[in-house]
């Protein structure tokens, strides 16, 4: 298995094509914004991470200067994880959240956040509840914080 990142892979079109094939509502709006141009103007500066299998997209996310929260202070974000049914189970995006806390050390970044609705899930990679806030979504979400 390897980490790519999808802006600098030389197949972005398939790529693509494997994050319209997740079962995840989400995964449409992530595909849209790669599709219509606006990833960078709705995240801001940022990343889209794939664990890929061969051919296939096992697990994938974003990490970003936005995300679903509407703070300014509060960044970077990483957002849009997926893993893909058949490979759940098996801490996949674990690998894609550990890259993240490496690009955030280049960066000399402290904090890296998680907006979800998920308990129990980010808490076995190491991030602490910090609060729930409305996103922009109209939704209540819990956001977390891991110190890098």
């Known amino acids: 298995m390897e980490i790519i990142s999808y802006f600098e ?5 398939h790529w693509l094509s494997e994050i319209k094939k997740s079962d995840w509502g989400a995964a449409s709006v992530l595909a849209g914004s ?7 103007e709705k995240l801001g500066d ?20 936005r995300d679903c929260v509407d703070d300014e202070a509060l960044y970077p974000w990483i957002g849009f ?14 690998r894609l959240i550990e890259r993240c806390e ?14 979800t609705d998920h308990t129990g899930l980010y ?9 729930n806030r409305v996103d922009i979504y109209g939704e209540d ?7 890098i």
Request: proline share 1%; net charge negative; aromatic share 16%.
């Open 141 to 147: 979400s819990r956001i977390y914080i891991k110190s």
């Open 102 to 115: 490496e690009l955030a050390r280049e960066h000399n970044v402290k904090n890296i956040y998680v907006c």
């Open 123 to 131: 808490e076995k990679y190491g991030f602490q509840y910090k609060e």
């Open 34 to 40: 790669l599709e219509d141009g606006t990833f960078f």
């Open 46 to 65: 940022g990343v889209l991470l794939l664990l890929t299998d061969g051919d296939r997209a096992v697990s994938y996310l974003t990490f970003a200067q």
């Open 81 to 94: 994880v997926f893993t893909a049914p058949e490979y759940r189970g098996h801490r996949y995006a674990g």
């Open 9 to 13: 892979s030389g197949d972005r079109e």
